[in-house]
C-alpha cells in the first residue's frame, strides 16, 4: 500500500486542479518560500477529516478554501482526492486502488467520498484504522511535534510508540469497556 496520487483544486494556493504523482518510496516537494510546499501537507491531512482550522495553519476552517489573489477571484469550495494503491489489499475493502475525496463549501459543511460514493467521516476513519493512515496518526510530523517527541514524558513517548505498533487502539477501546 502506498499513497498514489494527490488532487487539490480550491484548496489554498491551489486554485485551479493540480495533480501530484507520488510514486513508492520518498517524495521530496522543493520549491521557494510560500510556493506551497506546507499545503501540500495539509491538503493531505484534510482530506483524511481534520477538523482542526490550527492545525491546518488557518484562523477558521474556511481558510483552506482559495481565498483568492490580485488577478484571480476566491472560489467557493475546496477540493482534495487522495488515492491510495491497495494492491496488497491492506485496506478491507475491493478495489486495488482507493480514492478518498473531502469537498467542502463556505458555509462550511465537508462533503466525504470514498471512490466516488458519498460516505461519512467514520467510514473513511474506519476503512483506514488499521492501516497505519489516519488523521490522528503521526503519518504526519511536523517540527513541533517532533519536538514534543523528544521531550515527552515517558509514560507519553509510549502512547506514540503504542500507537505505531497499533496497540493504542486496543488500549482506548479496553479503558472505555471498563469505564462503562
Ligand atoms: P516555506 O518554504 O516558507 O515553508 P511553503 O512552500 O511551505 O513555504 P506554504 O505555507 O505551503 O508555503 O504556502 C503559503 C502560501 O499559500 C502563501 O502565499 C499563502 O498566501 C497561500 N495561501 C494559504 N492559504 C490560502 C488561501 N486560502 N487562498 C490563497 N492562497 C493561500
Ligand atoms: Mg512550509
Not at 499545503?39 to 483568492?68: C, H, P, S, T, Y
Not at 491492506?90 to 478518498?100: F, G, H, K, R
Amino acid at each position: 500500500m502506498h499513497l498514489k496520487s494527490l488532487t487539490v483544486k480550491g484548496f489554498k494556493s491551489f486554485a485551479s486542479a493540480t495533480t501530484l504523482r507520488l510514486e513508492p518510496g520518498i517524495t521530496c516537494v522543493v520549491g521557494p518560500n510560500g510556493s506551497g510546499k506546507s499545503n501540500v501537507v495539509d491538503a493531505i491531512a484534510w482530506v483524511l477529516g481534520e477538523q482542526g482550522a490550527k492545525a491546518l495553519r488557518g484562523g477558521k476552517m474556511e481558510d483552506v478554501i482559495f481565498a483568492g489573489t490580485a488577478g484571480r477571484a476566491p472560489l467557493g469550495r475546496a477540493e482534495v482526492t487522495l488515492t491510495i494503491d491497495n494492491g496488497d489489499g491492506a485496506l478491507p475493502i475491493d478495489y486495488t486502488e482507493v480514492s478518498i475525496t473531502r469537498r467542502m463549501f463556505r458555509s462550511g459543511e465537508s462533503e466525504y467520498e470514498i471512490n466516488g460514493s458519498s460516505c461519512r467521516l467514520l467510514d473513511i476513519q474506519e476503512l483506514l484504522s488499521d492501516s497505519g493512515i489516519g488523521r490522528e496518526m503521526h503519518i504526519i510530523v511536523g517540527q513541533g511535534r517532533l519536538d514534543a517527541m523528544l521531550h515527552a514524558k515517558p509514560e507519553d513517548r509510549r502512547a506514540f510508540i503504542e500507537e505505531a505498533a497499533g496497540v493504542l487502539k486496543h488500549r482506548k477501546r479496553k479503558e472505555k469497556a471498563i469505564r462503562k
